[in-house]
């Protein structure tokens, strides 16, 4: 994350970032963290913020380092850029040029406030014109105006041909309050219950992905919340060798291997069932708003000081 800076600045930010936020991630940090990362074996590099387009030498600089140590490079960014068809043709462009391996955009109704739509359908175009790897992420909750059937309705991408829409992939994500104690409505079947939580599985993401965050921190996982759960927080980039460390950390910690394999929201059940008054059926459809009740809420973290020796077996035996 090079900068917390944004241009947009959605309600519930998921990074707590906008407009306002000048924390920057210094260069020498960027390559310094992918130079560990080659040598401690990651598989990827992504690039997000905020929006790390904001930083545009920094980025192509890291986009080229990453790639010439052989890492796949991804670029996570609202399209902010994408004024026009031109400028997002040349845009993308730079970033190919500088070995960007895909590139991910953000949109839906909050994200359009500040970003219209057309800049997402430029950017779309311009990506699947080159036959070029695009994802879009749009938001999920009830009635929203932006839907995956209305960006493949814009007019550009509509105009595309079958054979350059099969470079383009959309999907949801839920949108969530930045706290579990409020709540969205989401459409059938999106929040859940006990009926459909079975379905619900480990979070890949802890563990697995460490990022580094523009104040120098690190976290262990890529979530949403991130910036406010100080125990997702387990190194700084000032310190040694400090992806390992991070690492270290991170899975001597028996709770996060415990989210890793089991998945917040069973947690957060399983301490429902030795207290009742822990109310988590039908509230949350994202399982980054689960971990953030189950470090956040006291009741929970209660279950879990007095009862965490009756899942250690279960938990090493998932390792």
């Not at 879009?136 to 007019?155: A, D, I, Q, W, Y």
């Amino acid at each position: 994350m090079p900068t917390f800076t944004c241009p947009a600045a959605c309600n519930e930010c998921g990074t707590l970032s906008s407009p306002r936020e000048r924390t920057q991630l210094d260069s020498e940090h960027i390559t310094a963290t992918i130079d560990e990362a080659k040598r401690l074996g990651f598989y990827n590099v992504v690039f997000t913020g905020g929006d790390a387009t904001l930083r545009w030498k920094d980025l192509l600089h890291g986009i080229s380092y990453a790639r010439r140590l052989g890492f796949p490079t991804r670029l996570v960014t609202n399209a902010h850029w994408a004024r026009t068809l031109d400028t997002a043709r040349k845009k993308l462009g730079l970033l190919i040029e500088a070995g960007l391996s895909e590139i991910n955009y953000s949109t839906g109704d909050e994200h359009i406030k500040f970003v219209p739509i057309d800049r997402v359908a430029h950017a779309v175009v311009a990506a699947c014109e080159r036959a070029y790897k695009v994802h879009v992420m749009v938001e999920l909750k009830s009635e929203n105006s932006v839907t995956r059937e209305s960006l493949l309705h814009h007019p550009l991408v509509s105009a595309l041909s079958p054979e350059q829409l099969a470079h383009l992939s959309v999907e949801f994500s839920p949108w969530m309050p930045m706290t579990h104690a409020s709540t969205h409505t989401y459409p059938e079947g999106a929040v859940v219950d006990r009926h459909n939580i079975g379905r619900r599985s480990g979070c890949d993401n802890l563990l697995q992905t460490y990022t580094v965050q523009a104040d120098g921190r690190i976290g262990a996982c890529c979530g949403l919340g991130m910036r406010t759960i100080p125990e997702l927080n387990v190194g700084h980039v000032r310190q040694p060798d400090s992806l390992a460390r991070a690492i270290t950390e991170a899975e001597e910690d028996l709770l996060k291997l415990w989210i890793h394999y089991e998945g917040p929201e069973r947690i957060v059940a399983w301490a429902a069932r030795h207290n009742p008054r822990i109310d988590w059926e039908g509230r949350y459809a994202h399982h980054c708003q689960f971990c953030h009740r189950l470090y956040h809420d006291p009741e929970v973290r209660k279950v879990i000081i007095e009862h965490w020796e009756e899942v250690v077996a279960e938990v090493l035996r998932s390792a």
